[in-house]
Protein backbone atom coordinates (compact mmCIF):
# COMPACT_ATOMS: atom_id res chain seq x y z
CA UNK A 1 0.00 0.00 0.00
CA UNK A 2 2.88 2.08 1.12
CA UNK A 3 4.44 1.10 -2.27
CA UNK A 4 2.10 2.43 -4.38
CA UNK A 5 1.19 5.50 -2.58
CA UNK A 6 4.83 6.55 -2.74
CA UNK A 7 4.88 5.63 -6.88
CA UNK A 8 1.44 7.87 -6.89
CA UNK A 9 3.55 10.65 -5.01
CA UNK A 10 6.22 10.28 -7.45
CA UNK A 11 3.81 10.23 -10.82
CA UNK A 12 2.02 13.25 -9.76
CA UNK A 13 5.26 15.20 -8.60
CA UNK A 14 6.78 14.16 -12.17
CA UNK A 15 3.41 15.18 -14.00
CA UNK A 16 3.56 18.88 -12.08
CA UNK A 17 6.95 18.86 -12.85
CA UNK A 18 6.52 18.14 -16.57
CA UNK A 19 3.41 20.70 -16.88
CA UNK A 20 5.27 23.44 -15.21
CA UNK A 21 8.22 22.97 -17.79
CA UNK A 22 5.69 22.85 -20.78
CA UNK A 23 4.15 26.01 -19.50
CA UNK A 24 7.72 27.59 -19.34
CA UNK A 25 8.27 26.25 -22.71
CA UNK A 26 5.00 28.23 -24.28
CA UNK A 27 5.60 31.47 -22.04
CA UNK A 28 9.57 31.42 -23.22
CA UNK A 29 8.42 30.02 -27.19
CA UNK A 30 5.26 33.10 -27.29
CA UNK A 31 7.76 35.56 -25.67
CA UNK A 32 10.78 34.94 -27.73
CA UNK A 33 9.27 33.79 -30.97
CA UNK A 34 9.34 37.70 -32.34
CA UNK A 35 13.27 37.43 -32.15
CA UNK A 36 13.37 35.11 -35.10
CA UNK A 37 10.16 34.83 -36.76
CA UNK A 38 7.61 38.13 -37.00
CA UNK A 39 4.35 37.38 -35.20
CA UNK A 40 2.13 37.42 -38.55
CA UNK A 41 3.92 34.47 -39.83
CA UNK A 42 4.45 32.77 -36.31
CA UNK A 43 0.37 33.07 -35.72
CA UNK A 44 -0.41 31.50 -39.25
CA UNK A 45 2.20 28.89 -38.45
CA UNK A 46 0.35 28.25 -35.14
CA UNK A 47 -3.14 27.96 -36.67
CA UNK A 48 -1.98 25.33 -39.62
CA UNK A 49 -0.30 23.06 -37.09
CA UNK A 50 -2.71 23.05 -34.67
CA UNK A 51 -6.22 22.56 -34.48
CA UNK A 52 -8.15 25.64 -32.30
CA UNK A 53 -9.10 23.27 -29.27
CA UNK A 54 -5.59 22.67 -28.56
CA UNK A 55 -4.32 26.21 -29.75
CA UNK A 56 -6.87 27.62 -26.94
CA UNK A 57 -5.10 25.71 -24.41
CA UNK A 58 -1.50 26.64 -25.62
CA UNK A 59 -2.46 30.15 -24.85
CA UNK A 60 -4.25 29.78 -21.55
CA UNK A 61 -1.13 27.88 -20.01
CA UNK A 62 0.71 31.57 -21.29
CA UNK A 63 -2.04 33.20 -19.34
CA UNK A 64 -2.16 31.12 -16.32
CA UNK A 65 2.11 31.23 -15.76
CA UNK A 66 3.16 34.03 -13.69
CA UNK A 67 5.25 36.97 -15.83
CA UNK A 68 6.56 39.84 -15.11
CA UNK A 69 7.09 40.06 -10.92
CA UNK A 70 5.44 43.38 -9.63
CA UNK A 71 7.83 46.16 -8.26
CA UNK A 72 8.28 46.62 -4.90
CA UNK A 73 9.86 50.12 -3.99
CA UNK A 74 8.90 51.29 -0.48
CA UNK A 75 9.19 55.01 -0.41
CA UNK A 76 7.64 55.95 2.85
CA UNK A 77 10.02 57.33 5.31
CA UNK A 78 10.56 54.67 8.50
CA UNK A 79 9.15 55.80 11.72
CA UNK A 80 12.39 57.48 13.00
CA UNK A 81 12.32 59.24 9.94
CA UNK A 82 9.02 61.29 10.31
CA UNK A 83 9.90 62.37 13.96
CA UNK A 84 12.58 64.25 12.72
CA UNK A 85 12.78 67.18 10.25
CA UNK A 86 15.86 66.20 7.64
CA UNK A 87 18.72 67.98 6.84
CA UNK A 88 19.17 68.52 3.29
CA UNK A 89 22.80 69.51 3.45
CA UNK A 90 25.40 67.35 1.85
CA UNK A 91 27.50 67.27 4.78
CA UNK A 92 24.79 66.76 7.37
CA UNK A 93 23.96 63.60 5.26
CA UNK A 94 25.55 59.98 6.24
CA UNK A 95 27.18 57.77 3.91
CA UNK A 96 25.08 54.85 4.53
CA UNK A 97 21.69 57.59 4.16
CA UNK A 98 23.26 58.60 0.72
CA UNK A 99 23.89 54.96 -0.23
CA UNK A 100 20.44 54.27 0.59
CA UNK A 101 18.75 57.04 -1.31
CA UNK A 102 20.68 56.09 -4.51
CA UNK A 103 19.64 52.84 -4.33
CA UNK A 104 16.59 53.75 -4.22
CA UNK A 105 16.69 55.72 -7.53
CA UNK A 106 18.99 53.12 -9.14
CA UNK A 107 16.27 50.14 -7.76
CA UNK A 108 13.51 52.59 -9.39
CA UNK A 109 14.61 52.58 -13.18
CA UNK A 110 15.99 49.22 -13.15
CA UNK A 111 12.56 47.86 -12.16
CA UNK A 112 11.43 50.07 -14.95
CA UNK A 113 13.56 48.51 -17.54
CA UNK A 114 11.15 45.51 -19.33
CA UNK A 115 11.15 42.34 -21.28
CA UNK A 116 10.53 44.98 -24.73
CA UNK A 117 13.16 47.07 -23.81
CA UNK A 118 15.88 44.55 -23.27
CA UNK A 119 15.05 43.37 -26.44
CA UNK A 120 14.93 46.36 -28.60
CA UNK A 121 18.53 46.90 -27.01
CA UNK A 122 19.62 43.58 -27.94
CA UNK A 123 17.88 43.86 -31.61
CA UNK A 124 19.20 47.68 -32.04
CA UNK A 125 22.54 47.98 -29.95
CA UNK A 126 21.42 51.43 -28.97
CA UNK A 127 19.48 52.89 -26.47
CA UNK A 128 17.79 55.47 -29.22
CA UNK A 129 13.79 55.74 -28.41
CA UNK A 130 14.37 53.50 -25.23
CA UNK A 131 13.05 56.23 -22.12
CA UNK A 132 14.04 53.42 -19.48
CA UNK A 133 17.10 52.56 -20.51
CA UNK A 134 18.04 56.14 -21.19
CA UNK A 135 17.13 57.38 -17.66
CA UNK A 136 19.47 54.40 -16.43
CA UNK A 137 22.69 55.92 -18.38
CA UNK A 138 21.34 59.41 -17.50
CA UNK A 139 21.61 58.01 -13.88
CA UNK A 140 25.23 56.21 -13.89
CA UNK A 141 26.88 59.58 -15.67
CA UNK A 142 25.00 61.54 -13.20
CA UNK A 143 26.24 60.04 -10.43
CA UNK A 144 29.98 59.94 -11.66
CA UNK A 145 29.63 63.57 -12.42
CA UNK A 146 27.62 64.89 -9.51
CA UNK A 147 30.45 62.85 -7.25
CA UNK A 148 33.21 64.87 -9.04
CA UNK A 149 31.54 68.19 -9.02
CA UNK A 150 30.88 67.65 -5.11
CA UNK A 151 34.71 67.27 -4.92
CA UNK A 152 36.08 70.07 -6.98
CA UNK A 153 33.02 72.70 -5.40
CA UNK A 154 35.28 72.73 -2.23
CA UNK A 155 37.72 75.35 -2.01
CA UNK A 156 41.09 73.57 0.07
CA UNK A 157 42.87 70.11 -0.91
CA UNK A 158 41.92 69.30 3.03
CA UNK A 159 38.25 69.59 2.06
CA UNK A 160 37.98 67.73 -1.05
CA UNK A 161 39.76 64.69 0.65
CA UNK A 162 36.92 65.20 3.15
CA UNK A 163 34.15 64.49 0.32
CA UNK A 164 36.56 61.74 -1.57
CA UNK A 165 36.93 59.99 1.65
CA UNK A 166 32.45 59.97 2.50
CA UNK A 167 32.40 59.39 -1.12
CA UNK A 168 34.55 55.95 -0.23
CA UNK A 169 32.36 55.12 2.40
CA UNK A 170 29.36 55.61 0.46
CA UNK A 171 30.74 53.10 -1.95
CA UNK A 172 31.14 50.66 0.94
CA UNK A 173 28.05 51.78 2.09
CA UNK A 174 26.55 50.29 -2.03
CA UNK A 175 28.68 47.13 -1.97
CA UNK A 176 27.07 46.29 1.44
CA UNK A 177 23.50 46.49 -0.28
CA UNK A 178 24.65 45.01 -3.08
CA UNK A 179 23.95 47.87 -5.52
CA UNK A 180 26.57 47.21 -7.92
CA UNK A 181 25.39 49.57 -11.04
CA UNK A 182 25.46 52.52 -8.66
CA UNK A 183 28.74 51.30 -7.25
CA UNK A 184 30.27 51.67 -10.32
CA UNK A 185 29.26 54.95 -10.89
CA UNK A 186 30.80 56.13 -7.67
CA UNK A 187 33.96 54.01 -8.30
CA UNK A 188 34.40 55.75 -11.68
CA UNK A 189 33.80 59.16 -10.44
CA UNK A 190 36.34 58.65 -8.23
CA UNK A 191 38.97 57.46 -10.67
CA UNK A 192 37.89 59.93 -12.80
CA UNK A 193 41.10 61.90 -14.36
CA UNK A 194 39.87 65.13 -13.17
CA UNK A 195 39.85 64.18 -9.85
CA UNK A 196 42.78 61.55 -9.90
CA UNK A 197 45.19 64.31 -11.08
CA UNK A 198 44.38 66.17 -7.55
CA UNK A 199 47.83 65.20 -6.47
CA UNK A 200 47.71 67.93 -3.08
CA UNK A 201 44.19 65.94 -2.65
CA UNK A 202 45.17 62.35 -2.64
CA UNK A 203 48.15 62.57 -0.49
CA UNK A 204 45.85 63.54 2.59
CA UNK A 205 43.86 60.61 1.91
CA UNK A 206 43.90 58.04 4.58
CA UNK A 207 45.64 54.62 3.70
CA UNK A 208 42.55 52.69 4.54
CA UNK A 209 40.41 55.11 1.93
CA UNK A 210 43.69 54.41 -0.88
CA UNK A 211 43.31 50.93 0.06
CA UNK A 212 39.74 50.78 -0.45
CA UNK A 213 39.70 52.60 -3.16
CA UNK A 214 41.91 50.12 -4.74
CA UNK A 215 39.73 47.06 -4.17
CA UNK A 216 36.66 48.48 -5.61
CA UNK A 217 38.50 49.27 -8.72
CA UNK A 218 39.65 45.58 -8.78
CA UNK A 219 36.19 44.41 -7.93
CA UNK A 220 34.51 46.12 -10.93
CA UNK A 221 37.71 45.79 -13.82
CA UNK A 222 36.72 44.75 -16.92
CA UNK A 223 39.50 42.01 -16.58
CA UNK A 224 38.64 38.68 -17.86
CA UNK A 225 35.43 40.15 -19.06
CA UNK A 226 34.54 41.43 -15.42
CA UNK A 227 35.29 37.45 -13.85
CA UNK A 228 35.69 39.32 -10.25
CA UNK A 229 32.30 40.85 -10.41
CA UNK A 230 30.53 38.15 -11.48
CA UNK A 231 31.36 36.26 -8.95
CA UNK A 232 30.99 37.66 -6.73
CA UNK A 233 27.37 38.83 -8.34
CA UNK A 234 26.40 35.10 -8.37
CA UNK A 235 27.25 34.38 -4.86
CA UNK A 236 24.81 37.69 -3.62
CA UNK A 237 21.53 36.57 -2.36
CA UNK A 238 18.37 38.48 -2.04
CA UNK A 239 18.02 42.36 -3.00
CA UNK A 240 20.84 43.14 -5.40
CA UNK A 241 21.38 45.83 -8.13
CA UNK A 242 23.22 44.54 -11.55
CA UNK A 243 25.80 46.01 -13.24
CA UNK A 244 23.23 46.94 -16.35
CA UNK A 245 25.54 47.49 -19.01
CA UNK A 246 27.61 44.01 -18.62
CA UNK A 247 24.37 42.12 -18.67
CA UNK A 248 23.40 43.83 -21.86
CA UNK A 249 26.45 43.14 -23.01
CA UNK A 250 26.26 39.05 -22.55
CA UNK A 251 23.10 38.79 -24.78
CA UNK A 252 24.34 41.01 -27.12
CA UNK A 253 26.86 38.12 -27.57
CA UNK A 254 24.36 35.37 -27.23
CA UNK A 255 22.58 37.09 -30.03
CA UNK A 256 25.36 37.44 -32.49
CA UNK A 257 26.76 34.04 -31.62
CA UNK A 258 24.21 31.82 -31.74
CA UNK A 259 22.21 31.44 -35.73
CA UNK A 260 18.64 31.89 -35.31
CA UNK A 261 17.80 28.95 -37.50
CA UNK A 262 19.53 25.65 -37.42
CA UNK A 263 19.11 23.23 -40.54
CA UNK A 264 18.33 25.88 -42.56
CA UNK A 265 14.10 25.65 -41.45
CA UNK A 266 14.21 25.03 -37.75
CA UNK A 267 14.38 27.92 -35.29
CA UNK A 268 16.81 27.52 -32.68
CA UNK A 269 15.37 27.18 -29.90
CA UNK A 270 19.14 26.75 -27.54
CA UNK A 271 19.94 30.74 -28.43
CA UNK A 272 15.88 31.55 -27.48
CA UNK A 273 16.06 29.30 -24.43
CA UNK A 274 19.43 31.00 -23.27
CA UNK A 275 18.29 34.64 -23.94
CA UNK A 276 15.01 34.10 -22.07
CA UNK A 277 16.98 32.93 -19.15
CA UNK A 278 19.17 35.75 -19.05
CA UNK A 279 16.40 37.78 -19.21
CA UNK A 280 14.05 36.67 -17.02
CA UNK A 281 16.69 36.15 -14.15
CA UNK A 282 16.97 40.58 -14.51
CA UNK A 283 13.23 40.91 -14.37
CA UNK A 284 13.37 38.25 -11.38
CA UNK A 285 15.00 40.39 -9.33
CA UNK A 286 12.18 43.02 -9.64
CA UNK A 287 10.29 41.02 -7.36
CA UNK A 288 12.76 41.70 -4.50
CA UNK A 289 12.31 43.86 -0.94
CA UNK A 290 14.57 46.67 -0.55
CA UNK A 291 16.44 46.68 2.98
CA UNK A 292 15.50 50.22 3.11
CA UNK A 293 12.99 52.73 3.38
CA UNK A 294 13.30 56.22 1.66
CA UNK A 295 12.58 59.85 2.74
CA UNK A 296 11.16 61.95 -0.18
CA UNK A 297 13.14 65.10 0.62
CA UNK A 298 15.93 63.37 0.23
CA UNK A 299 15.40 61.85 -3.25
CA UNK A 300 14.46 65.08 -4.25
CA UNK A 301 17.25 66.80 -3.32
CA UNK A 302 19.73 63.71 -4.73
CA UNK A 303 17.16 63.88 -8.35
CA UNK A 304 18.20 67.68 -8.54
CA UNK A 305 21.47 67.30 -7.43
CA UNK A 306 21.83 64.72 -10.67
CA UNK A 307 20.63 66.97 -13.00
CA UNK A 308 23.56 68.82 -13.00
CA UNK A 309 25.09 68.24 -16.66
CA UNK A 310 28.71 69.16 -17.13
CA UNK A 311 30.77 68.71 -20.16
CA UNK A 312 34.61 67.06 -19.47
CA UNK A 313 36.02 70.08 -20.97
CA UNK A 314 34.20 72.40 -18.27
CA UNK A 315 35.27 69.75 -15.36
CA UNK A 316 38.63 69.73 -16.72
CA UNK A 317 38.54 73.62 -16.52
CA UNK A 318 37.69 73.10 -12.73
CA UNK A 319 40.22 70.86 -12.11
CA UNK A 320 42.84 72.62 -12.94
CA UNK A 321 41.30 75.61 -11.62
CA UNK A 322 41.76 73.92 -8.34
CA UNK A 323 44.72 72.42 -8.76
CA UNK A 324 47.27 74.00 -11.45
CA UNK A 325 49.76 71.71 -13.14
CA UNK A 326 52.47 71.28 -11.18
CA UNK A 327 55.52 69.10 -13.13
CA UNK A 328 57.78 69.32 -10.11
CA UNK A 329 55.25 66.87 -8.18
CA UNK A 330 55.75 63.55 -8.93
CA UNK A 331 52.41 61.72 -10.38
CA UNK A 332 50.90 59.72 -8.07
CA UNK A 333 50.36 55.82 -9.19
CA UNK A 334 47.26 55.91 -11.60
CA UNK A 335 43.93 53.75 -10.81
CA UNK A 336 42.73 52.49 -14.03
CA UNK A 337 38.75 53.76 -13.66
CA UNK A 338 35.94 51.28 -14.78
CA UNK A 339 33.79 52.40 -17.59
CA UNK A 340 30.62 54.22 -16.86
CA UNK A 341 27.76 53.42 -18.96
CA UNK A 342 29.99 52.62 -21.97
CA UNK A 343 26.70 50.61 -22.93
CA UNK A 344 25.38 53.91 -23.43
CA UNK A 345 27.58 56.14 -25.77
CA UNK A 346 25.85 58.28 -27.64
CA UNK A 347 23.00 59.20 -24.97
CA UNK A 348 23.03 62.69 -24.50
CA UNK A 349 21.99 63.38 -20.63
CA UNK A 350 19.92 66.39 -21.36
CA UNK A 351 16.14 66.67 -19.73
CA UNK A 352 13.32 69.01 -21.13
CA UNK A 353 12.07 72.06 -19.00
CA UNK A 354 9.24 70.20 -17.69
CA UNK A 355 11.18 68.10 -15.79
CA UNK A 356 13.70 70.39 -14.45
CA UNK A 357 10.77 72.48 -13.45
CA UNK A 358 9.26 69.48 -11.58
CA UNK A 359 12.18 68.84 -9.91
CA UNK A 360 12.68 72.37 -8.89
CA UNK A 361 9.18 72.83 -7.49
CA UNK A 362 9.76 69.08 -5.50
CA UNK A 363 13.02 70.37 -4.17
CA UNK A 364 11.39 73.56 -3.31
CA UNK A 365 8.88 71.70 -1.48
CA UNK A 366 11.47 70.26 0.06
CA UNK A 367 13.42 73.23 1.39
CA UNK A 368 10.32 74.73 2.90
CA UNK A 369 9.02 71.93 5.00
CA UNK A 370 11.56 71.48 6.71
CA UNK A 371 13.24 74.84 7.04
CA UNK A 372 10.11 77.07 7.12
CA UNK A 373 9.84 77.11 10.71
CA UNK A 374 7.33 80.05 11.13
CA UNK A 375 5.27 78.52 8.59
CA UNK A 376 5.05 82.26 6.61
CA UNK A 377 7.02 81.15 3.21
CA UNK A 378 10.11 82.41 4.14
CA UNK A 379 13.70 80.43 5.52
CA UNK A 380 17.04 82.49 6.69
CA UNK A 381 20.07 83.26 4.20
CA UNK A 382 22.20 81.00 5.95
CA UNK A 383 20.06 77.57 5.54
CA UNK A 384 19.46 78.52 1.72
CA UNK A 385 22.96 79.20 1.27
CA UNK A 386 24.41 75.96 2.71
CA UNK A 387 21.60 74.05 0.66
CA UNK A 388 22.86 75.49 -2.49
CA UNK A 389 26.30 74.04 -1.90
CA UNK A 390 24.79 70.76 -2.77
CA UNK A 391 25.04 72.08 -6.50
CA UNK A 392 28.54 73.52 -7.37
CA UNK A 393 28.18 75.16 -10.15
CA UNK A 394 24.74 77.13 -9.31
CA UNK A 395 25.47 80.62 -9.97
CA UNK A 396 22.78 83.51 -9.36
CA UNK A 397 23.04 87.13 -8.20
CA UNK A 398 19.34 87.68 -6.33
CA UNK A 399 17.51 90.18 -4.57
CA UNK A 400 15.38 89.27 -1.45
CA UNK A 401 12.74 92.06 0.16
CA UNK A 402 13.37 90.72 3.75
CA UNK A 403 16.79 91.11 5.03
CA UNK A 404 18.46 87.46 6.10
CA UNK A 405 15.21 85.85 4.58
CA UNK A 406 14.71 84.47 1.39
CA UNK A 407 11.41 83.59 -0.28
CA UNK A 408 9.67 80.30 -1.59
CA UNK A 409 9.35 81.98 -4.85
CA UNK A 410 12.61 83.32 -4.64
CA UNK A 411 14.16 80.15 -4.19
CA UNK A 412 12.27 78.96 -6.68
CA UNK A 413 13.76 81.44 -9.21
CA UNK A 414 17.48 81.29 -7.89
CA UNK A 415 17.76 77.34 -8.97
CA UNK A 416 15.96 77.88 -12.14
CA UNK A 417 17.69 80.76 -13.52
CA UNK A 418 21.19 80.29 -11.50
CA UNK A 419 21.44 76.39 -12.48
CA UNK A 420 24.07 76.54 -15.13
CA UNK A 421 21.37 73.65 -16.90
CA UNK A 422 19.30 75.82 -18.07
CA UNK A 423 21.55 76.37 -20.60
CA UNK A 424 22.19 72.84 -21.59
CA UNK A 425 18.00 72.93 -22.36
CA UNK A 426 18.62 75.26 -24.89
CA UNK A 427 17.25 78.55 -23.23
CA UNK A 428 19.65 81.05 -21.52
CA UNK A 429 19.65 81.07 -17.58
CA UNK A 430 18.72 84.59 -17.73
CA UNK A 431 15.63 83.86 -19.82
CA UNK A 432 13.41 82.19 -17.02
CA UNK A 433 10.70 84.64 -15.56
CA UNK A 434 11.95 87.05 -12.38
CA UNK A 435 8.97 86.51 -10.49
CA UNK A 436 7.98 88.45 -6.89
CA UNK A 437 4.87 88.39 -5.14
CA UNK A 438 3.64 92.01 -5.32
CA UNK A 439 1.34 94.54 -3.84
CA UNK A 440 -0.12 96.75 -7.07
CA UNK A 441 -1.78 100.18 -6.42
CA UNK A 442 -3.79 100.44 -9.13
CA UNK A 443 -5.98 97.96 -11.34
CA UNK A 444 -3.60 95.35 -12.97
CA UNK A 445 -4.75 92.26 -14.88
CA UNK A 446 -3.37 89.34 -15.44
CA UNK A 447 -1.36 88.66 -18.63
CA UNK A 448 -2.01 85.15 -19.03
CA UNK A 449 -5.70 84.28 -18.49
CA UNK A 450 -7.21 88.14 -18.35
CA UNK A 451 -8.28 88.21 -15.13
CA UNK A 452 -8.23 91.27 -12.76
CA UNK A 453 -5.96 91.27 -9.81
CA UNK A 454 -8.38 90.89 -7.00
CA UNK A 455 -6.86 91.63 -3.60
CA UNK A 456 -5.78 94.23 -0.79
CA UNK A 457 -2.24 93.35 -0.79
CA UNK A 458 -0.05 90.92 -2.56
CA UNK A 459 -2.09 90.37 -5.12
CA UNK A 460 -0.24 88.71 -7.79
CA UNK A 461 3.55 88.01 -9.51
CA UNK A 462 5.18 90.58 -11.15
CA UNK A 463 8.43 89.63 -13.71
CA UNK A 464 11.59 92.44 -12.59
CA UNK A 465 12.66 92.07 -15.89
CA UNK A 466 10.05 91.69 -18.73
CA UNK A 467 7.12 93.57 -16.45
CA UNK A 468 4.71 90.32 -16.86
CA UNK A 469 2.36 90.21 -14.21
CA UNK A 470 -0.15 87.04 -13.69
CA UNK A 471 -2.24 84.94 -10.65
CA UNK A 472 -0.62 82.66 -8.45
CA UNK A 473 -2.47 80.10 -10.32
CA UNK A 474 -1.23 81.40 -13.62
CA UNK A 475 2.36 81.70 -12.49
CA UNK A 476 3.27 78.21 -13.45
CA UNK A 477 1.17 78.49 -17.33
CA UNK A 478 3.40 81.39 -18.52
CA UNK A 479 6.17 80.87 -21.05
CA UNK A 480 9.54 79.59 -19.93
CA UNK A 481 11.12 82.27 -22.05
CA UNK A 482 11.48 86.00 -20.66
CA UNK A 483 11.24 88.28 -23.77
CA UNK A 484 12.83 91.43 -21.51
CA UNK A 485 10.85 93.54 -24.35
CA UNK A 486 8.77 95.52 -21.43
CA UNK A 487 11.06 96.22 -19.02
CA UNK A 488 10.03 99.81 -16.84
CA UNK A 489 13.06 101.69 -15.56
CA UNK A 490 11.50 104.98 -14.92
CA UNK A 491 9.83 104.00 -11.44
CA UNK A 492 5.76 104.10 -13.31
CA UNK A 493 5.17 100.27 -13.11
CA UNK A 494 1.70 99.18 -11.60
CA UNK A 495 3.50 97.05 -8.99
CA UNK A 496 5.20 99.39 -6.86
CA UNK A 497 4.69 98.63 -3.69
CA UNK A 498 3.01 100.44 -0.69
CA UNK A 499 5.50 102.73 1.55
CA UNK A 500 4.82 100.46 4.46
CA UNK A 501 5.85 97.35 2.71
CA UNK A 502 8.80 98.97 1.42
CA UNK A 503 11.76 97.65 2.47
CA UNK A 504 15.66 98.01 1.62
CA UNK A 505 16.82 95.29 -0.91
CA UNK A 506 18.95 93.10 0.28
CA UNK A 507 21.83 91.81 -2.39
CA UNK A 508 23.20 88.14 -2.26
CA UNK A 509 24.84 86.45 -4.24
CA UNK A 510 25.87 82.39 -3.71
CA UNK A 511 28.77 82.16 -6.07
CA UNK A 512 31.90 79.95 -6.53
CA UNK A 513 35.19 81.50 -7.10
CA UNK A 514 35.77 78.93 -10.06
CA UNK A 515 37.31 80.65 -13.62
CA UNK A 516 34.78 78.20 -15.09
CA UNK A 517 31.71 79.60 -13.65
CA UNK A 518 32.53 83.30 -15.75
CA UNK A 519 33.70 81.02 -19.03
CA UNK A 520 30.20 79.06 -18.54
CA UNK A 521 28.45 82.61 -17.79
CA UNK A 522 30.44 83.80 -21.27
CA UNK A 523 29.09 81.23 -23.69
CA UNK A 524 25.45 81.62 -22.52
CA UNK A 525 24.98 85.42 -22.91
CA UNK A 526 26.06 85.06 -26.41
CA UNK A 527 23.28 82.45 -27.10
Known amino acids: MCSMHCCASVADSEGKLSSQRGSQLVHMTLMMHSWVVPSQTFSQKLLTLYPPPLLKCFFVCWLLFPRNPSVNVSQAPSPSVKKRKVSLIFDHMEPDEMAQHLSYLEFKNFCNVSFLDYRSYVVRSSVRDNPALERSVMMCNGVSQWVQL ?21 AQKLRALQNFNT ?30 LSEMTELLSSRSNYSNYRRVYNECNGFKVPILGVHLKDLISLNEALPDYIEEDKINLSKLQHLYSNINDLLAIHSCTPPFEANKDLLHLLTLSLDLYYTEDEIYELSYTKEPKNPKIQPVT ?29 MVDSIMKNYDQNQDGYI ?35 FMRGMSICAKLGYNFKDAHNFHETTYKRPTFCDTCGGFLWGVIKQGYHCKDCGINCHRHCRDLVG ?48
Not at 345 to 350: A, C, D, E, H, L
Not at 380 to 404: M, Q, V, W, Y
Not at 504 to 521: D, M
Open 334 to 362: PVKPPVVAEWGSGVTPRLDPDTISKHVKQ
Open 480 to 527: MECLKKHKNTSGSCPCTPAPDLKTKANSWSVSLSFSIIYTLHTKITLL
Open 380 to 414: SLEDFEKIAANFPFSFCTHETDREGQISREEITSY
Open 150 to 170: MILSRHTAQQRAQVFTKFIHV
Open 183 to 212: LMAVTGGLCHSSISRLKDTANLLPPDVTKA
